[in-house]
């Protein structure tokens, strides 16, 4: 396994850290673990994403945030 798959999983690295060491050591990897790593970091960082708009937009539309607005008044 390489470092950024160990540091990522950590959580030592942000998705552009991991990205650019990611890109710095495709040499010394080679094409195939390069491949399932770039997968799996945009993969994830996708789902991260995701997770964040889904929690912003469940907290938008609680019920108290309703009368803080004055929807429908």
């Not at 195939?32 to 997770?51: F, P, R, T």
């Amino acid at each position: 396994m390489c470092l950024v798959c160990v540091e990522y999983g950590k959580g030592k690295l942000k998705f552009n850290e991991a990205f650019k060491n990611l890109g710095e050591i495709k040499e010394l990897i080679g094409d195939e673990h390069y491949d399932e790593v770039y997968s799996s970091l945009v993969e994830k960082e996708a789902e991260e994403g995701l997770q964040t708009y889904y929690d912003d937009f469940d907290s938008r539309l609680e019920e108290s945030s309703w009368e803080l607005n004055g929807f429908g008044d």
